[in-house]
């Protein structure tokens, strides 16, 4: 969906870097994610925001950070990569169901993070 | 945590013909939803879906929230059907909020 974008679309770096995923979204959505896809599995959720001040750990937040910058921009840190982080992530949005939304939830194109 | 179970988790089919990919869950969820990840890693929402039954086009999805199931139909498939197809559930309540995903149907559309 064009409404949400991320970058880097790709990424190689090496062990221990830190690394920044930056997420950004013209729908006016209040809440936001961060996923991540390794192969043959569904999408894991490691951040959620509801709005600026509220961020939330997900099942895999561990060797993760997040800042909600603005209700636009959401971002995911790696403080130390590790060879494990390499997988495809996922930033998405959704409306705030109780104000006439459906939560549904609205994906970035991804990015592709490689560890070595 | 609620757990998602979807079936199968490979399915072929010749195009022009139907199928029925299956979502259930172990408890009580808010919210049901069906995406579509095209092979270039394209994540689309299919339907948003808690409970009844909506219809798009050729596809279709039901959700029988006190049996703990969804069922999403593709009629007439095409070969751009093709990819893999998501069930995410969430539940939000008491301060907590869970959202889960399968593991997916591949599916594969042949001319």
């Known amino acids: 969906d064009a409404d949400v974008t991320q970058t880097p679309r790709n990424r190689i770096t090496k062990t221990g870097k830190r690394i920044m995923l930056e997420c950004s979204q013209t729908?006016?959505?209040?809440?936001m994610y961060w996923y991540r896809q390794d192969p043959g599995l569904g999408l894991r959720l490691i951040y959620y925001?509801?709005?600026?001040?509220?961020?939330n750990k997900g099942e895999i937040s561990d060797g993760y950070s997040v800042s909600r910058q603005a209700q636009a921009k959401f971002s995911l840190s790696l403080e130390s990569a590790i060879p494990n982080q390499t997988a495809l992530y996922f930033c998405?949005?959704?409306?705030?169901?109780?104000?006439?939304?459906?939560?549904?939830?609205?994906f970035g194109p991804g990015t592709r993070l490689t560890v070595l | 945590g609620i757990q998602v179970e979807q079936s199968p988790p490979d399915l072929i089919l010749q195009e022009g013909a139907n199928s029925t990919l299956r979502c259930n869950f172990s408890?009580?969820?808010?919210?049901l939803q069906w995406f579509h990840q095209n092979p270039w890693g394209q994540l689309i929402n299919l339907f948003y879906?808690?409970?009844g039954t909506k219809q798009n086009g050729r596809l279709s999805a039901t959700t029988v929230a006190t049996e703990r199931y969804s069922l999403l139909y593709i009629s007439s498939s095409q070969t751009t059907d093709s990819g893999v197809y998501f069930c995410?559930?969430?539940?939000?309540?008491?301060?907590?909020?869970?959202?889960?995903f399968g593991k997916g149907t591949k599916l594969s559309v042949i001319p």
């Open positions: 925001s509801f709005d600026v001040k509220d961020i």
């Open positions: 729908k006016g959505h209040d809440r």
């Open positions: 408890d009580s969820v808010n919210n």
């Open positions: 879906i808690p409970s």
């Open positions: 998405a949005t959704s409306d705030f169901p109780w104000t006439g939304g459906t939560d549904t939830q609205y």
């Open positions: 995410a559930v969430a539940y939000s309540g008491a301060g907590s909020y869970q959202l889960t």
